[in-house]
């Protein structure tokens, strides 16, 4: 893992209390687990653990356990011998031996295979590994921190996960809070992202965001968490592009648009799936009758009228749906967000 400064910004306390925990367990050369869903900052953890450690000086090397095949993953981990498969010309350590008196940061721990677990178990156990294609024994003395947005114990209760492994790995449990459970340390954080990006910009100093802006960015639930936000923030202060007035704009899906591809099996159906329902009013929903000599008996007097009403009606179901939650009733309607809005204003909805 390359050098890099850390930063863990927040004051709330569900995060202090996850990094109190990674400080205090620091000082230990026993494994630790981080948890927490993706984009929370497990890697920043592992490197607060590694840096506040006495092995600092000696290295920290990460590898994600989900960004390899089977076949390389043990491979990477315990290396191999010359001649040990198909395209291994020559000896090489493996990840372990990398990290040999320092840290070994795994992420995804979960993404491990049967072989693979059962090795690891030998390593974290008594510090020996074999490489494969070799039957030496190799001493190494490395710390592991491992990472997982999954629930380790149920996989183990599957019998997915070695539950030996997880004995093993479990000395100290960091569980990392969601963005949404530390909305307190939201505008901290746009902050920081913000001042950091107008400084890559070349601005010289950071206007800040409107009051609008800040309300989107604490109502956002936020899946991705730290990282979500993180790009939501810098992409809104390069596309603002103004350095004396704050930032009013914030997209927070990129991938917003009326010409978004859908592809060969996505519509309008599979982008509503699992919404609810919305319906035409009453008044509407009963076909209108065509009689051959007096077309305009039962026909609507007032085409454009009944459309209007139509489609207002539409609007309001999908905002009470939502509760209000612009992007959301947009999804339902199968709409951009601004159609959306260009559809509130005029039929006079925005105000509520």
């Known amino acids: 893992m390359a050098d890099k400064p850390t930063q863990l910004i927040g004051q709330s306390g569900p995060f202090l209390d996850a990094v109190e925990r990674a400080s205090a367990a620091a000082a230990l050369s026993r494994p630790v687990l981080v948890v927490g869903e993706r ?42 011998e010359a001649g040990a498969f198909t395209g291994a010309v020559k000896a090489r350590p493996g990840r372990f031996e990398e990290a040999d008196g320092g840290t070994l940061f795994l992420d995804e721990v979960g993404m491990l295979t049967a072989a ?34 999954e629930d380790l114990p149920r996989l183990a209760e599957k019998g997915r996960f070695r539950a030996d492994l997880l004995d093993r790995l479990s000395f ?62 810098e992409r809104a202060v390069y596309r603002w592009g103004e350095a004396d007035r704050p930032v009013g704009i914030l997209d927070l899906d990129p991938f917003d648009s009326p010409w978004r591809p859908t592809g060969a099996f996505a519509g309008p159906a599979a982008a509503r799936a699992g919404l609810p329902d919305i319906s035409p009013p009453a008044d509407l929903q009963q076909p209108v009758a065509q009689p051959a000599n007096d077309p305009d008996g039962d ?3 007032d085409f454009r ?48």
């Open 39 to 80: 984009g929370t900052g497990k890697e920043m953890i592992a490197e607060r653990l590694h840096r506040l450690s006495p092995r600092w000086e000696e290295p920290l090397v990460s590898l994600n356990c989900a960004a390899l095949p089977e076949t390389l993953l043990d491979a990477e981990l315990f290396g191999y």
């Open 116 to 149: 693979g677990q059962e090795r690891l178990l030998r390593v974290v156990e008594y510090g020996e590994l074999t490489r494969l294609g070799s039957t030496r024994v190799t001493q190494v003395d490395v710390r592991v921190v491992a990472a997982t947005n």
């Open 172 to 233: 100290e449990v960091i569980t990392l809070p969601p963005l949404r459970a530390r909305r307190e340390d939201i505008r901290q954080l746009a902050d920081f992202f913000g001042r950091r990006m107008a400084s890559e910009l070349g601005w010289r100093g950071f206007p800040g965001f409107t009051p609008k802006v800040l309300e989107e960015l604490e109502a956002h639930d936020w899946p991705g968490n730290v990282r979500e936000l993180k790009n939501a923030v």
């Open 299 to 301: 026909a609507p007097k």
């Open 305 to 352: 009228g009944a459309v209007a009403r139509f489609e207002r009606s539409l609007l309001e179901q999908a905002l009470a749906a939502s509760r209000h939650n612009q992007r959301r009733a947009a999804q339902m309607l199968g709409l951009s967000y601004d159609q959306l809005r260009h559809c509130l204003k005029r039929h006079n909805l925005l105000a509520g």
